[in-house]
């Protein structure tokens, strides 16, 4: 479990920032360009699409691990 959580957890975490970034809905974005002007529900949507993506890419990488621990 520690083998599979541990990278799985700073995969998805980076993954995540990444994505936000890419997006321009870091917090970062938030801070110096208010977000490029878009609006809530803009921001929601690409929020849950950086978790989306990351998770997917978390499983994908963690899955081997997930299978020989079970």
């Given at each position: 479990?520690?083998?599979?959580d541990?990278?799985?957890?700073?995969?998805?975490?980076?993954?995540?920032?990444?994505?936000?970034?890419?997006?321009?809905?870091?917090?970062?974005?938030?801070?110096?360009?208010?977000?490029?002007?878009m609006?809530?529900?803009?921001?929601?949507?690409?929020?849950?699409?950086?978790?989306?993506?990351?998770?997917?890419?978390?499983?994908?990488?963690?899955?081997?691990?997930?299978?020989?621990?079970?």
């Amino acid at each position: 479990m520690l083998m599979r959580d541990g990278p799985g957890f700073g995969i998805y975490f980076m993954g995540f920032e990444f994505n936000k970034r890419h997006l321009g809905v870091s917090d970062w974005d938030r801070e110096h360009h208010n977000y490029y002007g878009m609006s809530e529900s803009q921001i929601s949507v690409r929020r849950f699409l950086s978790g989306g993506v990351a998770g997917c890419l978390t499983w994908t990488i963690a899955y081997p691990a997930d299978t020989i621990k079970t």
